[in-house]
């Protein structure tokens, strides 16, 4: 199995995928843990997860964009 590069038409689709997952996964963490803090009063490991993904992207978006300039 070769892989090959996207096409420009591919990569704008994968950029909006990848854009509605990172909002889906981000706003069910943040209710997941707003649940959890309301009937429990901590929490979870949802929130750390929640915080870990939003680190990894903000500190890789920062590289990259360093990268190009």
Known sequence: MKLRKADEM???Q???S???AYIFF???L???SLVNLINTGKTGWEFS???AGNAVFLWSR???KRKTQ
Do not use: R
């Open 10 to 12: 591919e990569q704008v």
């Open 30 to 32: 943040l209710v997941l």
């Open 62 to 64: 920062a590289y990259y």
């Open 14 to 16: 994968n950029e909006k």
């Open 26 to 28: 981000t706003l069910a």
């Open 49 to 51: 997860i929640l915080l």
């Open 18 to 20: 990848a854009k509605n």
